[in-house]
């Protein structure tokens, strides 16, 4: 199984109140991801990160934020979480374009 | 807009015989197709892909066929085994862009009978 941490693994929180998820991955590869998995919409990607302080908008990014300062993580803030972003969460890494990326066991988030 | 469409949320077969599930797209610009499994409370796992320039490809009991000019592709499970009820996701990444993004469907979910 490829080296992919994801925490906390649940969380409930409140509305308005920032949340970070943390995505921890031992396998050097270049690209992380964040995903959301909603009922009716399968996975959609939020944020990507192509390096170190390199990242990138995906297709349902509003009222995220990402960082990454070092290889190995790769950060998710809801800047104040609102009850639309209750979800699972999963992280991804790749190697490289082209090939399979690789999933985390996901966190489930309930903002209420 | 669903760039990757995944129209049958579910499916039930009886163990041994074959599932098949499909998926459609939009996007002309995907040139590496992926199916996923997903059980519950586990991130998704990597199944098969394929790449744009084949219209087949072969994994054990796992094969996926690509029909480019009608934007089709279909995942066969032959034979089938109640380990693989689980969810199915296909989707595409637009290659060119060298990122490694993922257009997914909205799953698919199998059910094997014994």
């Known amino acids: 199984d490829a080296g992919i941490t994801q925490s906390p693994r649940h969380k409930v929180t409140e509305t308005g109140t920032p949340v970070t998820l943390r995505c921890h991955q031992t396998?050097?590869?270049?690209?992380m991801y964040w995903y959301r998995q909603d009922p009716g919409h399968g996975l959609r990607l939020i944020h990507y990160?192509?390096?170190?302080?390199?990242?990138d908008k995906g297709e349902v990014s509003d009222g995220y934020s990402v960082s990454r300062s070092k290889t190995e993580d790769f950060l998710l803030t809801l800047e104040s979480a609102t009850s639309s972003q209750t979800s699972v969460y999963f992280c991804?890494?790749?190697?490289?374009?082209?090939?399979?990326?690789?999933f985390g066991q996901g966190t489930r988030l309930t903002v209420v | 807009d669903q760039q990757v469409k995944q129209n049958s949320p579910s499916l039930s077969v009886q163990e041994g015989r074959i599932s098949i599930l499909n998926c459609d797209y939009t996007?002309?610009?995907?040139?590496?197709f992926l199916w996923y499994k997903k059980y519950p409370a586990e991130g998704p796992t990597f199944l098969i892909s394929?790449?744009?320039?084949?219209d087949k490809n072969e994994d054990g009991r796992f094969t996926v066929f690509l029909n480019k000019s009608a934007k089709h592709l279909s995942l066969h499970i032959v034979p089938s085994q109640p380990g693989d009820s689980a969810v199915y996701f296909c989707?595409?990444?637009?290659?060119?862009?060298?990122?490694?993004?993922?257009?997914f469907g909205q799953g698919t979910t199998l059910q094997v009978k014994p």
């Open positions: 991804a890494i790749s190697l490289r374009g082209g090939t399979e990326a690789f």
């Open positions: 396998e050097n590869h270049r690209y």
């Open positions: 990160s192509y390096g170190v302080k390199d990242t």
């Open positions: 996007n002309s610009m995907f040139d590496y």
């Open positions: 394929i790449s744009s320039i084949k």
């Open positions: 989707a595409g990444e637009h290659g060119s862009s060298n990122t490694g993004k993922l257009i």
